[in-house]
């Protein structure tokens, strides 16, 4: 009978070659079932939360209105309390100018005997000046008095809603983010310093784009273009740049929480759907310094009111910009320095 020599070696060699495939089969790490399905319910929670909870039941917190007539200011403070912040003006005019400024929202003055005129800046928002006008009929109806209501600046006749620039910085917030989020991934094929390139240039495109068709071409945002172009770019900037700072240090929870700071939290506390002085205490602290809520008020100001308050919102998108830009490149340098060997 014929005996294979080889058989036995080969049997034994087939084991040695399963066993190590079969430790492949591990269970799964229950962190990876846990981690995605967390941040999807944090974020779904924190939308809804923002979105839904700060429009449920928003509260007037010191409005600016300029009252004129020599007792009217104290009355007005008595009867309204801290829901206004009366700013006593010498005349109609000074009123009217400071409401031109953006410096308050609303001008009340004594329109002759049992009558009041109540000057209305339409471009602050619907809910901010349907809050106003709540408030002086209110007082208006417990004095005894008629109120006549102006709208001396009204918003874009293609704004009826006054959302224009909320979904202005929405999208280029959005368009950032995206291109922040899609840098993370160029590591590999572009140096650092041509991933800035690429950041700084795409931001600029995103920012005219906006400009242009929700200017001229739609005109919805009849702000200057160029200056818009200016404040829109340093948004996209700003997204891009902390998107991808936060995607760098923290890795795959990086994008979740760059979502949650930019396109949670601070387009819901921008002040553009409901106005900043209707807002919760802790959404108001946080409003002017993210950086969608920085653009509503730039968008706003260089509309309306040929800019006046401009300044400050434009540092603060600059601000977060550049500081993450630099956070970035010094995390690069560092990263470096560690994988250079010694000389």
């Not at 007037?60 to 309204?80: K, M, N, S, W």
């Not at 919805?220 to 900037?237: G, K």
């Amino acid at each position: 009978m014929d005996t294979s020599v080889g058989s036995a070696p080969t049997h034994a060699a087939a084991e040695s070659v399963q066993k190590p495939h079969l430790a492949v089969h591990r269970r799964t790490p229950v962190k990876a079932w846990l981690q995605p399905t967390l941040i999807a319910l944090i974020v779904v929670a924190a939308f809804i939360t923002c979105y839904v909870g700060l429009q449920r039941n928003p509260q007037p917190h010191h409005i600016p209105i300029a009252v004129t007539a020599p007792d009217l200011p104290g009355e007005i403070r008595q009867a309204l309390g801290g829901s206004v912040e009366v700013h006593a003006a010498a005349d109609v005019d000074a009123a009217h100018r400071a409401l031109e400024h953006r410096d308050v929202v609303a001008a009340l003055s004594s329109d002759g005997p049992g009558r009041l005129s109540l000057e209305l800046a339409g471009a602050n928002g619907t809910s901010t000046t349907s809050a106003v006008k709540t408030l002086v009929r209110a007082y208006a109806h417990g004095a005894g008095m008629h109120v006549a209501t102006k709208d001396v600046i009204p918003l874009a006749r293609f704004d009826a809603r006054g959302l224009a620039g909320f979904y202005m910085a929405f999208g280029v917030t959005l368009a950032g983010f995206v291109l922040g989020s899609n840098a993370l991934g160029l590591s590999g094929l572009l140096r650092l310093r041509h991933r800035f390139v690429l950041l700084s240039g795409a931001s600029l495109a995103i920012g005219a784009v906006a400009a242009v068709i929700g200017g001229p071409v739609l005109g919805a945002v009849p702000a200057p273009v160029a200056p818009l172009i200016l404040a829109l770019t340093l948004l996209a900037a700003a997204a891009a740049f902390t998107t991808k700072l936060l995607g760098t240090h923290f890795g795959p929870v990086g994008i979740p929480v760059a979502t949650l700071l930019l396109l949670t939290v601070g387009n819901a506390t921008s002040g553009a759907t409901i106005g900043a002085d209707l807002l919760p205490s802790a959404a108001r602290a946080v409003s002017a310094l993210l950086p969608p809520g920085a653009a509503v008020r730039v968008i706003t100001d260089l509309s309306y009111f040929d800019g006046a308050h401009a300044a400050r919102p434009v540092g603060t998108l600059a601000l977060w910009a550049v500081g993450a830009a630099l956070l970035l490149g010094l995390r690069g340098r560092s990263l470096r320095r560690r994988t250079t060997p010694a000389a």
